[in-house]
C-alpha cells in the first residue's frame, strides 16, 4: 500500500509539473466543453446548420468563414416555411461538401418556437419573421443587439426576401459576384491565392482538421492497423492529443487512445464485424461530428482532383514541427516518419516520404532543427513534382507547385535567389527568418485555442478515468513506470504526462477487467 501512494503522489508531482508548464488553464465541465461543438449541423438534405441556445455561440465562436448570416424563424410561420426554399439555395453556394464557395460565409438558422431558444431570439431583438442578421461570426457573441445599433458590426439584412435578393444584398456588401447558378470547382478566378495572403492560413483549421478525419478514414477502411503498425498509430495520436491545432481533434485522439485497446489488441487486427461501427464512431468523430465535410477551403484545387488531402497533410505536419518542444522533437520525427511510411496509401509519395526520413543519420535535439528539416522535406518533393507536372502539363493552373516559402511571404527568408539554366530556382536561405515564419505561418495564425488545449486534453482523459475509485486507481498506479513517465514529462511535459495518464487508464481498464473474471 505505501508503494502504491507514493506512486500515485508522483503521478500527482507529474500532473503539478504539467500545469506549471502550461500556467492557469480552464477547470471542470467548462474546460471540457470547450474543447468541442456538439450537436450543431445542418438537417437532412439541407445546407443551412439548424443551431439553438446550447450551441449557438460555441458554433460560430469556431467557425472560420469570414461572415455569417443568421435566420431566426419560427416553425409554424407560414411566410418562414415559404422562405426556406430561398434561404436554402443561397446557403448551398456556401454550405455543406458541394459548395460553390466554401469557407467564405456559414449560413444557420434558429427556430425562434422552440422554447430553448426563446431568449436567445430576445438577445438578437427578433420581432419579426424571418429576420436575417449579417456579420463575423465572432461577433454574434453578445449580451443584447438591437437593429441600427451603433458600432455594431452585425447589421439586419433588410432586403433578402428571395433567393436573388438575398443574394445581390451579400454581394453588395462583400463587393462579391457571386452567381446562383455558381457550382463547385468552375470559379477558378475567384479561389483564394494563398501565395500572396498570409492570412488564408487562418483558414486552414478546417482543412488540418478534414485532413486528419480522412486519415483516420482511410486506416479504418483499408484496415491498415495491424500488431506491426498499431504502436506507431498510438505514438502518433500521442502527438495530436498534445499539438493538434484543433481542440476538436485534440480531443477526439484522446478519446481514440483511451478505447484503443478495446479494438486493436496487441495482436489482433480489427475484427471484421466492428470496422463499419468503428468507422463511424472513430472515423466521424476524432475532429467532431460532420467532420469529414467532404471539402476543402484552404487546401481546395481548382479542379476536385487537385491539392486536397496532400495538402491538409502537409499543413498537420508543419503545424506539429512548430508547437513541439525541444525534448519532442526526436520523437515526434519517428512518429510523423513511421505515420507516413505505415499509413500514407500512395506508395511512390511514402516510399520518397520514408527515404528522406532514413537519410537523417544525427538525432533532432531541437524544435527548430525538425521544423526546418520538414520544410527542407517539403520542397523537396515540391521540386519533384515540379518537373513531374511540368513533364505531364497536369499542374494546377491556379496553385502551381513553387518553392516555399515565396518571396511576397517572407522576403527577409531569401539572402539572394538565381535561376539555373533549366529554370529551377537556387535560394541561399536565411535559415533563422524561414524558422520564424513558420512559426508565426503555421503556428500563431493556424490557431484554434490551442494554448490551453493540452490540459484540456487532460482533463477529458481525466473525465473518462473519473468512474474509478481513488483507492483503485492508486492501487493500479503502482504498476506504471512512474519513473519514466517522469523523465519524459521532464523533457515534454505535455506529452509525458499525457502518455503517463492515457497507459494508467489503459491499466486501469485490464485491471478491471480481470477482476470481474474472476468474480464469474
Not at 506512486?7 to 466543453?33: E, F, K, V
Not at 439553438?52 to 465562436?61: E, G, I, K, M
Not at 460565409?105 to 430553448?116: E, G, L, N, P, Q
Not at 529551377?424 to 503555421?442: G, H, I, T
Request: net charge neutral; proline share 4%.
Amino acid at each position: 500500500m505505501a508503494a502504491a501512494t507514493t506512486a500515485a503522489r508522483r503521478l500527482l508531482l507529474a500532473l503539478a509539473a504539467l500545469a506549471a508548464c502550461l500556467g492557469a488553464a480552464p477547470r471542470g465541465a467548462d474546460a471540457l466543453r470547450s474543447l468541442g461543438v456538439g450537436g450543431a449541423k445542418a438537417a437532412d438534405g439541407d445546407a443551412a446548420v439548424d443551431l439553438d441556445a446550447s450551441n449557438f455561440t460555441a458554433f460560430l465562436q469556431a467557425s472560420p468563414e469570414s461572415f455569417a448570416v443568421v435566420e431566426f424563424f419560427a416553425h409554424w410561420c407560414p411566410a418562414c416555411r415559404n422562405y426556406k426554399p430561398h434561404y436554402e439555395k443561397v446557403a448551398k453556394l456556401f454550405n455543406g461538401p458541394d459548395a460553390a464557395h466554401p469557407g467564405t460565409i456559414v449560413m444557420a438558422r434558429v427556430d425562434c418556437a422552440s422554447k430553448v431558444n426563446v431568449e436567445l431570439c430576445n438577445k438578437f431583438s427578433v420581432d419579426h419573421y424571418p429576420y436575417l442578421v449579417w456579420g463575423p461570426p465572432t461577433k454574434f457573441n453578445l449580451v443584447q443587439w438591437k437593429p441600427k445599433q451603433e458600432k455594431s458590426e452585425l447589421e439586419l439584412i433588410d432586403d433578402g426576401r428571395t433567393a436573388d435578393r438575398l443574394l445581390k444584398w451579400i454581394n453588395k456588401k462583400m463587393g462579391s459576384s457571386f452567381n446562383l447558378d455558381d457550382k463547385k470547382y468552375e470559379n477558378e478566378s475567384m479561389l483564394p491565392k494563398n501565395a500572396s495572403d498570409p492570412e488564408q492560413i487562418a483558414r486552414a483549421i478546417y482543412d488540418v482538421e478534414e485532413a486528419t478525419a480522412h486519415a483516420l478514414q482511410i486506416i479504418l477502411e483499408h484496415k491498415m492497423i495491424k500488431p506491426d503498425t498499431r504502436d506507431s498509430l498510438i505514438r502518433f495520436l500521442q502527438i495530436l492529443v498534445a499539438h493538434h491545432p484543433s481542440k476538436r481533434c485534440r480531443r477526439g485522439s484522446a478519446e481514440l487512445l483511451i478505447d484503443f485497446d478495446d479494438h486493436w489488441h496487441t495482436n489482433l487486427s480489427l475484427s471484421l464485424q466492428d470496422s463499419s461501427t468503428l468507422l463511424k464512431s472513430a472515423g466521424e468523430k476524432i475532429c467532431g461530428n460532420g467532420v469529414p465535410r467532404g471539402y476543402w477551403i484552404f487546401c481546395r484545387g481548382s479542379k476536385k482532383e487537385m491539392r486536397g488531402f496532400s495538402c491538409g497533410l502537409w499543413v498537420l505536419l508543419h503545424s506539429l514541427t512548430v508547437r513541439i518542444g525541444d525534448g519532442e522533437s526526436q520523437i515526434t520525427f519517428t512518429s510523423i516518419c513511421d505515420f507516413i511510411h505505415n499509413f500514407f496509401i500512395c506508395e511512390e509519395c511514402r516510399t520518397h516520404f520514408y527515404e528522406m526520413c532514413s537519410s537523417v543519420s544525427v538525432p533532432f535535439k531541437s524544435a527548430r532543427d525538425l521544423a526546418l528539416w520538414l520544410w527542407t522535406a517539403h520542397n523537396k518533393v515540391n521540386e519533384r513534382l515540379m518537373k513531374e507536372e511540368k513533364d505531364l502539363d497536369n499542374a494546377d493552373p491556379s496553385f502551381p507547385k513553387i518553392i516555399w516559402p515565396p518571396k511576397q511571404l517572407c522576403p527577409l527568408c531569401y539572402r539572394s535567389s538565381s535561376s539555373t539554366a533549366d529554370g529551377a530556382m537556387q535560394v541561399e536561405w536565411n535559415e533563422d527568418e524561414v524558422f520564424n515564419f513558420l512559426v508565426n505561418y503555421y503556428g500563431k495564425m493556424l490557431v484554434s485555442s490551442y494554448r490551453e488545449a493540452s490540459m484540456e486534453s487532460l482533463l477529458q482523459v481525466t473525465k473518462q478515468v473519473g468512474s474509478i475509485s481513488d483507492d483503485s486507481f492508486a492501487s493500479s498506479a503502482a504498476t506504471v513506470p512512474i519513473g519514466a513517465a517522469l523523465g519524459i514529462a521532464l523533457a515534454s511535459c505535455t506529452f509525458g504526462a499525457l502518455a503517463c495518464f492515457w497507459r494508467t487508464q489503459q491499466k486501469n481498464r485490464k485491471y478491471y477487467h480481470l477482476r470481474s473474471l474472476k468474480k464469474i
